[in-house]
């Protein structure tokens, strides 16, 4: 595998489901991220990640709860969502300080909360 | 907080040039340029970080102006390959922010 990869790919889930979002960087970064892309909305960062510690988290509701085991892994666990998280959620990494190094992004994962 | 792109679209014809503009309401430490081809993830083009520099990637280009908080990607000679939606993201002077532009989609055609 190379670069970074996002499991599931697609993911369906009703309202009361508990389910996680996978991602794994093979790039050696220290800096990882969760994204929302919404239809006809800008990239919404989420969470910031650097050196496993989360360095940011951008109001985002406590039904979305990120976990960094270490530099390669980041989850998403989601509990208790609403239809309008339905959304493509792109992780991506990075070298220390996004200021000035490139994201690179994974494929994302296309939810539908019903 | 988020940068606003124009135009929201634009449609070329093979080798026509375009420019894309990008304008942020806060001081700005870096300004990056990503293309996200549909179904796809974005893909990094350039970064221009504060200092006014301007670079250049094959035909494509950006210029970051750090007093007015805006950068310009000029798009040259434009090919088929081009088509995407172009996202500028900027990084604020403080803070561990990272805001991405509303997209201008953009499409060349034979």
């Known amino acids: 595998e190379t670069g970074v990869t996002q499991t599931p790919r697609h993911l369906v889930m009703g309202m009361t489901n508990k389910k996680s979002l996978k991602c794994e960087q093979h790039?050696?970064?220290?800096?990882m991220y969760w994204y929302k892309q919404s239809a006809k909305k800008p990239l919404e960062l989420m969470f910031v990640y650097s050196l496993e510690e989360r360095v940011e988290n951008n109001s985002v509701p406590s039904r979305f709860s990120p976990e960094c085991p270490n530099s390669s892994h980041l989850f998403l666990h989601l509990h208790t969502l609403q239809p309008e998280d339905s959304a493509l959620y792109l992780c991506?990494?990075?070298?220390?300080?996004?200021?000035?190094?490139?994201?690179?992004f994974g494929p994302g994962t296309r939810l539908t909360v019903l | 907080q988020q940068p606003v792109q124009s135009p929201q679209a634009v449609i070329l014809r093979e080798g026509e040039d375009a420019v894309i503009n990008c304008s942020s309401s806060k001081a700005l430490y870096s300004v990056h340029w990503y293309r996200q081809k549909h179904g796809e993830a974005p893909v990094f083009l350039m970064i221009?970080?504060?200092?006014?520099e301007q670079k250049g990637h094959e035909k494509i280009s950006a210029s970051f102006n750090e007093k007015k908080q805006q950068s310009s990607l000029y798009l040259t000679a434009s090919q088929l390959s081009y088509s995407g939606t172009y996202f500028c993201?900027?990084?604020?002077?403080?803070?561990?922010?990272?805001?991405f532009g509303t997209g201008t989609s953009l499409t060349v055609i034979p």
């Open positions: 991506a990494s990075s070298g220390i300080g996004f200021s000035y190094n490139e994201q690179f």
């Open positions: 993201g900027t990084a604020p002077n403080t803070g561990n922010q990272f805001y």
């Open positions: 221009l970080l504060k200092g006014g």
């Open positions: 790039l050696g970064h220290n800096a």
